[in-house]
């Protein structure tokens, strides 16, 4: 697996260390950002869990979920609003902050405020996109590219999406696995693809609450099965990753969006303790 070791995050944050021998580290937040109130109590909470379980966190909220099933799907509070409430977290809370990005247009207003900036899994290959990311935040102090691997896309074929943010000058990259679309309406996760990733060169992170989705599983929206969401990231913790990628909200059953699969926040510590635990033995046992 590759050795590489990026760090999120600058001197006015808390730093976060991802690499595949190093202790998992965890991104989460709520899927959507639904507004100022729930997204600083979610952080807020998230941090403490980080803290207790001795984990690196970085916080994430989508201004924008682009990509409904939907034209009526919640789409969060947009641009200006969630980047003004992201730049609030990360202010008052001292934590790494990341969000996803759609178009070009976006990128140069989302990577003054984040400290990493996500490329939805949708548009891994879309080059312009991944170019403008890479500039943009070879700019900043801390400033990392996280790569949803395409439903579509074969682990190895992270390389050559990778490449396109390194040309456009930021070596700092996480590589995330969020399965692969299996027949229509669900996804499976081949988990000897977080090897193959991880031998690109780039810390790999897990996506446990996306690969358990079933797009448009709901007819109007994707639902999910959140039973399947321990087994896969024990699953994912026992080959080796460098962090979780877990979306929790206060009341999934009134969320935004992703309803199925967000971790209920009250359930997240308890849900995360054991990951932190057999993290820790399997990197002990390979050294």
């Given at each position: 697996?590759?050795?590489?070791?990026?760090?999120?995050?600058?001197?006015?944050?808390?730093?976060?260390?991802?690499?595949?021998?190093?202790?998992?580290?965890?991104?989460?937040?709520?899927?959507?950002?639904?507004?100022?109130?729930?997204?600083?109590?979610?952080?807020?909470?998230?941090?403490?869990?980080?803290?207790?379980?001795?984990?690196?966190?970085?916080?994430?909220?989508?201004?924008?979920?682009?990509?409904?099933?939907?034209?009526?799907?919640?789409?969060?509070?947009?641009?200006?609003?969630?980047?003004?409430?992201?730049?609030?977290?990360?202010?008052?809370?001292?934590?790494?902050?990341?969000?996803?990005?759609?178009?070009?247009?976006?990128?140069?207003?989302?990577?003054?405020?984040?400290?990493?900036?996500?490329?939805?899994?949708?548009?891994?290959?879309?080059?312009?996109?991944?170019?403008?990311?890479?500039?943009?935040?070879?700019?900043?102090?801390?400033?990392?590219?996280?790569?949803?691997?395409?439903?579509?896309?074969?682990?190895?074929?992270?390389?050559?999406?990778?490449?396109?943010?390194?040309?456009?000058?930021?070596?700092?990259v996480l590589l995330t696995e969020r399965g692969t679309t299996?027949?229509?309406?669900?996804?499976?996760?081949?988990?000897?693809?977080?090897?193959?990733?991880?031998?690109?060169?780039?810390?790999?992170?897990?996506?446990?609450?996306?690969?358990?989705?079933?797009?448009?599983?709901?007819?109007?929206?994707?639902?999910?099965?959140?039973?399947?969401?321990?087994?896969?990231?024990?699953?994912?913790?026992?080959?080796?990753?460098?962090?979780?990628?877990?979306?929790?909200?206060?009341?999934?059953?009134?969320?935004?969006?992703?309803?199925?699969?967000?971790?209920?926040?009250?359930?997240?510590?308890?849900?995360?303790?054991?990951?932190?635990?057999?993290?820790?033995?399997?990197?002990?046992?390979?050294?």
């Amino acid at each position: 697996m590759g050795n590489r070791v990026v760090n999120v995050g600058d001197k006015a944050v808390q730093q976060v260390a991802f690499g595949q021998g190093l202790p998992m580290a965890l991104i989460a937040g709520t899927c959507a950002i639904e507004g100022r109130e729930i997204t600083l109590r979610t952080a807020e909470t998230v941090q403490k869990i980080g803290k207790k379980l001795g984990i690196g966190v970085v916080y994430k909220g989508s201004f924008d979920k682009a990509n409904r099933t939907s034209a009526h799907g919640e789409r969060g509070v947009g641009l200006e609003a969630g980047l003004a409430i992201l730049a609030e977290v990360r202010k008052n809370l001292g934590i790494p902050v990341l969000t996803d990005v759609h178009e070009c247009v976006q990128v140069t207003a989302v990577c003054a405020v984040v400290d990493v900036v996500q490329i939805p899994a949708f548009l891994a290959r879309q080059t312009d996109l991944l170019l403008a990311c890479g500039q943009a935040m070879a700019k900043r102090e801390g400033g990392v590219v996280n790569i949803k691997k395409g439903q579509f896309m074969a682990p190895a074929d992270m390389g050559p999406a990778a490449g396109k943010v390194l040309a456009g000058g930021c070596e700092n990259v996480l590589l995330t696995e969020r399965g692969t679309t299996f027949g229509y309406g669900d996804l499976v996760v081949d988990m000897r693809g977080l090897p193959v990733m991880a031998a690109v060169g780039h810390p790999v992170i897990f996506d446990v609450t996306h690969s358990i989705m079933q797009p448009s599983g709901k007819g109007d929206r994707s639902g999910g099965k959140r039973e399947f969401a321990a087994p896969l990231a024990r699953a994912a913790v026992a080959v080796g990753v460098a962090g979780l990628f877990v979306e929790t909200h206060p009341e999934p059953a009134k969320a935004f969006s992703d309803r199925e699969t967000q971790i209920p926040l009250d359930e997240l510590e308890d849900f995360l303790r054991p990951l932190v635990a057999l993290d820790k033995l399997v990197k002990a046992e390979r050294g």
